[in-house]
């Protein structure tokens, strides 16, 4: 497309998180997740020449990229087979080194908000740096395993809103277990969620729903989001509530009985603030 002061390609960039947990998929399982989200992955980098890849795994210890088409040296790796090729391999490495090595850190679910951070850095610097010469719609699509965290609502919610500033769409694709967070993220951002009872069926239905983008699915018949779950985590606990106090000066969250809360707000009573 001819834009002013010369030529911009227009093509996506797509940032794929897989979330791994081993205690929600067993080890076959996993496996055929990983072939399928390659597979998909490819079919992106072919349906244009302008099209950019990022491919990211969060675990309970960290976030890693394992491949990004942006940042590659060579064109080899993004011909066909390429990243077919170099995904695999990285994956294997991945896997191998965290059962040689004694993590630091280990969180009791697998880090998303940290991915999303991430994932939102990589687009912002990319979009900087290639802002003359490519034009990129950028989105992020979340392959889900498990459950949400309490403990990450804060962080993921941060992300969620950070991405919606930058125009950058949320999609979802979560296996087994509904997810309030990515539900939210969505709605916010313009996305798209599905959740797949049959992980069986992932490379199907990432094809058919996550390999359009959101101009495309303008002209498709996609699912529809019926209800959606706001849930909230207080601030004292960490616990998903529906129903809570929130403090009007510092916009956090209670529970409905928290004696936490009560204290709270008498110390801003007495102070004067309320």
Known sequence: ???????????????????????????????????????????????????????????????????????????????????????????????????????TYMSSSPLLAGALAKSLCHIHRYQREKASLEKLDSRILVIKSCGDSSNQYMTTLSAIFAAQKEKVVIDS????????????????????????????????????????????????????????????ACFCHHKMVDIGHVCALYVSLYFANSIRFAVHASDHIGNGIW
């Open 1 to 103: 497309s001819r834009e002013e002061g010369g030529w911009a390609m227009s093509g996506s960039l797509l940032v794929v998180i897989v979330e791994v947990n081993a205690t929600s998929l067993d080890a076959q399982e996993l496996q055929q997740v990983f072939n399928d989200v390659i597979v998909f992955c490819n079919s992106h980098l072919l349906m244009s020449q302008s099209n950019k890849l990022v491919f990211s795994v969060c675990h309970q210890v960290e976030s890693v990229f394992l491949f990004s088409s942006a940042d590659e040296a060579g064109d080899s790796d993004q011909s066909e087979g390429g990243i077919i090729e170099i995904l695999p391999t990285r994956i294997k490495k991945m896997f191998a080194d965290l059962t040689t090595r004694t993590p």
């Open 173 to 232: 694709c979560t296996l087994r277990e509904q997810s309030g967070y990515m539900q939210q993220a969505a709605d916010i951002t313009g996305g798209l969620y599905y959740t797949l009872e049959n992980p069986a069926q992932l490379l199907q239905h990432l094809m058919w729903l996550f390999l359009p983008d959101p101009a495309c699915r303008a002209h498709m018949i996609m699912p529809v989001i019926t209800t959606i779950d706001y849930c909230a």
